[in-house]
């Protein structure tokens, strides 16, 4: 016996009827019950009664319907099985990162995967946040490490990085520099360099405006931090980073919490929950890279 004449006994035992079984496996009748016969042979009893109009197991044929059943369970697992592993051998994954952002343990963690399955090909693109959640759920992305304000896109598992304040930082010797802090309401009075809409701290800053119903005046708009820091650091505008981002340049600028802003921004890899075995390795080895689990 084989696989598809298993297969063809089960469409048969399901419809109740030949040609609707026929139907469902994309073959003519008579070929549905010839082969049916031939395994009836093989096995030396009849499967089905036939004297009926509707088509009736036999004893025989209930004692081999669960046993048939299995067995194609078995082949469609061996098949997922190795379908896995070829996926780990070749094939492409698309990796999205938010514009600007340059977090050397994700590289570390691409390094990683690439060595271990150099037959599978790495494409990484740059985007805002936006555009990359839209990708992962259209199946464009397979991953992608996007900003946030408060939550990860719904309908996406994620796996969340950073999650910080974001902060009003300005050269040493500006009016704002010698303040503990700063309420939103007194950093909107000044002009402001910040990331363009679409990006996670973008987010954050709309959102807190919005609430208070202010209207920011943004002077500059730039997708790299080290692009705002210098801007700002310029006397261009107040520039609205991270915390991480804003100790980077504490040379030049000095931060300033917003004490009324509670909102967090978030760095986070987000994925469609059914992925595939190449996005599960590489969230493996990203998960080592930022220090959020074992060795993979």
Same mark, same amino acid.
């Given at each position: 016996m084989d696989l598809r004449q298993l297969e063809?006994?089960?469409?048969?035992?399901?419809?109740?009827?030949?040609?609707?079984?026929?139907?469902?496996v994309?073959? @003519? =009748? @008579?070929?549905? @019950? /010839? =082969?049916?016969?031939?395994?009836?042979?093989?096995?030396?009893?009849?499967?089905?009664?036939?004297?009926?109009r509707a088509v009736a197991l036999t004893a025989a044929g209930e004692a081999a319907l669960a046993?048939?059943?299995?067995?194609? /369970? @078995?082949?469609?697992?061996?098949?997922? &099985?190795?379908?896995?592993?070829?996926?780990?051998?070749?094939?492409?994954?698309?990796?999205?990162?938010?514009?600007?952002?340059?977090?050397?343990?994700?590289?570390?963690?691409?390094?990683?995967?690439?060595?271990?399955?150099p037959?599978?090909?790495v494409l990484l693109q740059e985007d805002n946040s936006d555009r990359l959640a839209e990708g992962v759920r259209s199946g464009a992305v397979d991953l992608a490490l996007i900003g946030a304000a408060a939550a990860t896109p719904d309908g996406l598992d994620a796996l969340t990085i950073i999650d910080e304040r974001i902060v009003a930082?300005?050269?040493?010797?500006?009016?704002?520099?010698?303040?503990?802090?700063? &309420?939103?309401?007194?950093?909107?009075?000044h002009p402001l360099v910040c990331m363009p809409p679409g990006t996670g701290l973008r987010a954050v800053l709309d959102r807190a405006c919005a609430e208070q119903d202010l209207r920011p005046s943004i002077a500059l708009e730039a997708g790299a931090a080290d692009a705002i820091a210098d801007l700002a650091a310029r006397g261009l505008g107040v520039a609205v980073l991270s915390a991480s981002m804003a100790s980077v340049y504490a040379d030049r600028l000095t931060a300033l919490p917003l004490a009324d802003v509670d909102i967090p921004a978030l760095l986070a890899l987000v994925w469609k929950p059914?992925?595939?075995?190449?996005?599960?390795?590489?969230?493996?080895?990203?998960?080592?890279?930022?220090?959020?689990?074992?060795?993979p």
């Open positions: 063809y006994f089960v469409a048969v035992a399901e419809e109740r009827n030949f040609t609707r079984a026929a139907e469902r994309h073959i @003519s =009748q @008579s070929g549905v @019950s /010839a =082969q049916i016969r031939r395994l009836e042979h093989e096995l030396g009893a009849e499967l089905f009664d036939r004297s009926a046993h048939a059943r299995a067995a194609l /369970a @078995s082949a469609e697992a061996v098949g997922r &099985a190795v379908d896995e592993v070829t996926g780990l051998v070749r094939g492409r994954l698309t990796v999205g990162m938010v514009v600007g952002c340059t977090l050397t343990p994700l590289f570390d963690a691409l390094a990683a995967f690439h060595a271990a399955h037959g599978v090909e930082a300005v050269p040493h010797d500006h009016p704002l520099a010698g303040l503990p802090h700063l &309420a939103l309401r007194e950093l909107t009075a059914a992925h595939n075995p190449a996005v599960r390795t590489l969230l493996t080895h990203a998960r080592h890279a930022f220090g959020l689990t074992d060795t």
